[in-house]
């Protein structure tokens, strides 16, 4: 049997540093970004557009690499991972939830859910049942053999979401999940994935510019111009609810 010490802390960033180049500028989308996500947290990072967010996320997903500094993913930093082991993590252990839902347009949901698995290797069957079993969580249970243009957009994230947890990843990164909601639908959304994340223990950080969420999160950090301002548990802003602005 093997024995695994299961990390504390999901995801550690360490000075991380993301410079672009637009021509001959240089846009600095973060500058010097440490933190620290435990294991199981709601974590909400909360900037207006072009703060850095998704670049942020981008990092933590491994799907672009820092331009100085370092991602730790439940201890082990991830410029020591090669390409396929980075492909494996992005595939394995982390569910990601996006703005526009981004899910196959010509299958079903039943098979949006199940796909992922198809690379994990799981059987046929047990694809299936995991597929199911997830999309009536998410109160899809009769929509499961519609395509994506037969559902609603809040329908839609509810699939994305079934896809990112079917295979039992330890982080979910949803980057501004609710943009493309209205704001009932889009606080449904979030407060389903609250919940889901509270049952299985998946790490969540979401990205998000609407105050609402503040109200979800375990833990809120603020992100100005690729910098993060403060990070604060939701009990602490609720005091200062008077002084929030973005
Ligand atoms: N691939 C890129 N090339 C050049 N600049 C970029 C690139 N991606 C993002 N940026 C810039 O980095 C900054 C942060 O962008 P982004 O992370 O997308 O912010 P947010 O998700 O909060 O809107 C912005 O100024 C944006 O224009
Ligand atoms: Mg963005």
Redesign the pocket.
Known sequence: MVIRMLEEITIRMDDVWKT???GTEE?K?LQGVSLDIPRGEFHVIM??????????LNMVGALDIPTSGEVYFEGVPLSSLNKKQLASLRSYRIGFIFQTFNLVPVITALENVSLPLVFQKYPREERRRRAEEILKRVGLGDRMHHTPDELSGGQQQRVAIARALAGEPSLILA?EPTGNLDLKTGFQIVELLRELSQETGVTVIN?THDLKLIDIADRISW?RD?EITRTQKKLDVAINANDVSI
């Open positions: 672009y180049m637009m846009v989308a900037g207006p557009s072009g703060s850095g967010k998704t670049t942020f980057d990205s992100l690729g």
